[in-house]
């Protein structure tokens, strides 16, 4: 099983997504995007900022970039080297990369639910069960402080 998280700028688990481990990663992306599509075109609206979607080079896709910028979404992912040199495009060097904040949300998660460093669970809705219980706990926490 393979767990995708999707976080906001904050490094706060906001959804995820469980595949199998053969899944593409590309594929639930927009699965993730359509859970917070509401909040995002909200947030859209309210501010000026131009939502960004970092990626690692897992992500890389020319189909995926052209589905974010429909979705008025600023694509960040590394590109693969695969054989071929591409021409490079200059990113914004004013753009913070903050991959690094999904991961510290995963530990975070693995810290508090030491259940989900092994998966045990047999059946994916436990699984699922177990993932919701860990993010309704996140919030709450964070919400309490």
Same mark, same amino acid.
């Given at each position: 099983m393979t767990t995708h998280l999707l976080v906001d700028a904050g490094g706060n688990p906001v959804a995820f997504e469980v595949t199998s481990a053969k899944g593409d990663e590309r594929q639930q992306v927009e699965r993730l995007l359509d859970r917070v599509s509401r909040q995002l075109h909200i947030f859209h609206k309210e501010t000026e900022m131009i939502p960004i979607f970092e990626a690692d080079k897992g992500y890389d896709s020319e189909a995926l970039r052209d589905k974010l910028l429909k979705r008025k979404i600023t694509p960040l992912i590394p590109r693969r080297n695969l054989g071929k040199s591409r021409v490079t495009r200059k990113v914004a060097s004013w !753009?913070?990369?903050?991959?690094?904040?999904?991961?510290?949300?995963?530990s975070w998660l693995q810290r508090k639910f030491r259940r989900l460093v092994v998966r045990w669970e047999r059946r994916i809705i436990y699984w699922k069960g177990l993932l919701n219980c860990s993010l !309704?706990?996140?919030?709450?926490d964070r919400l309490a402080i």
């Open positions: !753009i913070e990369k903050r991959r690094w904040q999904v991961e510290r949300a995963i !309704i706990k996140f919030w709450v």
